[in-house]
């Protein structure tokens, strides 16, 4: 079965650095395109951006450019989205999902990573 | 950016209903279109893709229709598993970018 297996919750404050993880299983992760994204408390769901693990060719919304980092580790079939300094405004849940080509749907998709940022 | 809006917003229905939710894209799309079902503490689902092809797995009472701007996604015979929140989603063009989503719940 084709997986992908998201990190736990968090509970940071403001100014706090965090990575969290998306972890593939069932298909070679290499050739697959993982992409990530964000739904705020009772808001719609919003592609912050994608990397293709094979050659860490990375496509960014550019409403999130400046705020998130996307890697991933190949050897781990593992994908990555982080921040450096984080704000009460990142709240939400976090969700990777892999897409077959660039421009294409998304599945499967992670059972997604809640992030609470609160001083 | 291509803008989707989608109606109605929520929705409750009774079990054995048909329900359609209509998606609107700003711009010409083709078919590049997808639906997923959000049901709270579990993985989004992927429905429907390419705007009328279903899922593997995906029970058949769900089906898609439309292309260019307007699109629709039909459950037929509603069930309760069926409650959940729905998106649809351009790929025609990055970046990507969701419908509002429509609540359905059973009356």
């Known amino acids: 079965e084709e997986l992908l297996e998201q990190s736990g919750p968090e509970i940071k404050k403001p100014g706090e650095s965090l990575k969290i993880s998306c972890k593939g299983s069932?298909?070679?992760?290499?050739?697959?395109?993982i992409g990530w994204l964000r739904q705020m408390p009772g808001k719609e769901l919003e592609w912050m951006g994608v990397i293709y693990p094979g050659d860490s060719t990375l496509r960014y919304n550019p409403s999130f450019q400046d705020r998130v980092t996307i890697s991933a580790d190949e050897s781990m079939s593992t994908a990555y989205l982080q921040w450096s300094s984080l704000e009460a405004s990142d709240t939400a849940i976090y969700y990777c999902a892999r897409q077959e080509e660039l421009l294409s749907y998304f599945g499967p998709w992670g059972q997604g990573t809640l992030v609470i940022v609160s001083s | 950016d291509i803008q989707m809006t989608q109606s109605p917003s929520s929705l409750s229905a009774s079990v054995g209903d048909i329900v359609t939710i209509a998606c609107q894209a700003s711009q010409d799309i083709s078919k590049h279109l997808s639906w997923y079902q959000l049901q709270p503490g579990k993985a989004p689902k992927l429905l429907i893709f390419d705007a009328s092809n279903l899922e593997i797995g995906v029970p058949s009472r769900f089906s898609g229709s439309g292309s260019g701007t307007e699109f629709i996604l039909t459950i037929t015979s509603l069930q309760p598993e069926d409650i959940a929140t729905y998106y649809c989603q351009q790929y025609d063009n990055v970046p990507y970018t969701f419908g509002q989503g429509t609540k359905l719940d059973i009356k």
């Open positions: 069932g298909y070679r992760f290499s050739n697959f395109w």
